[in-house]
């Protein structure tokens, strides 16, 4: 079974610095796919970055980017020029094997500080 | 092109009762995924429906079920409802194709109270 874990429950980043959160994942899946998505008070679930597992290129997103390595199944989300919009959960996904659905991570509050 | 829509927003019920919530994915999308999102559990993966049909299903009882109509519209039902049945209802859709596989859009979510 797919596990994904995110070990930091809450952090704390200046307007217009740098954070990254992480995510680690286990998985016998081949091909795979893993997401960033972020849940401001709104509630809203907003897609920010994905990364297929095939793809070498770690991808980017604007300000987004991420930090792939397969081999040692880690998967964690820079943020560059924090913005006080950036606050929000955060939360790492996996998809992949037979079924259509996302295994979740528990989250990553992020509060950025003016 | 409009987003995932669901309707209503925010429900309030009292237990034994049954609930009703509904989902529009985006247009030509055709699968449309169910989580429920509780502070206690995380996001839980409840369903997939596909073409009408439900392809996955999580580790919820019976009293959670749903359906697809011809038009991808879904509904999700819940039966004699419980406390612990309080929870954001969100659904998801995505293309489903072999190029963008699992890559899924969330509606806003329905905030269910259970009294």
Redesign the interface.
């Given at each position: 079974a797919q596990t994904v874990t995110q070990s930091q429950p809450e952090m704390s980043v200046q307007e217009a610095e740098t954070v990254t959160l992480s995510c680690t994942y286990d998985t016998s899946e081949n091909n795979?796919?893993l997401?960033w998505?972020k849940q401001p008070p709104?509630?809203?679930?907003?897609?920010v970055i994905?990364q297929e597992a095939y793809k070498q290129q770690n991808a980017t997103e604007n300000r987004f980017s991420v930090n792939f390595q397969k081999a040692a199944k880690s998967f964690s989300l820079k943020i560059s020029d924090s913005q006080l919009g950036d606050t929000a959960m955060y939360?790492c996904a996996f998809?992949?094997g037979a079924?259509?659905?996302?295994?979740?991570?528990?989250?990553t509050l992020l509060a950025v500080q003016p | 092109k409009a987003g995932v829509t669901q309707t209503p927003r925010y429900l309030i019920k009292t237990r034994g009762q049954q609930v009703t919530l509904s989902c529009s994915p985006i247009s030509g999308h055709r699968?449309v995924?169910w989580?429920q999102q509780t502070p206690g559990q995380?996001?839980q993966?409840l369903f997939?429906y596909?073409s009408e049909t439900q392809?996955?299903k999580?580790n919820f009882p019976g009293r959670f079920s749903g359906r697809q109509f011809s038009n991808s519209r879904s509904e999700m039902n819940v039966s004699t409802l419980e406390l612990g049945d309080s929870a954001?209802y969100?659904c998801?859709s995505?293309l489903?194709r072999a190029t963008d596989?699992?890559?899924?859009?969330?509606?806003?979510?329905t905030?269910l109270t259970v009294l």
């Open positions: 795979y796919y997401f998505y709104s509630r809203q679930m907003i897609l994905r939360f998809g992949g079924t259509n659905k996302l295994i979740f991570g528990t989250g | 699968s995924s989580y995380g996001l993966f997939e596909f392809r996955n999580g954001l969100l998801a995505s489903k596989l699992y890559t899924q859009y969330f509606g806003p979510g905030r």
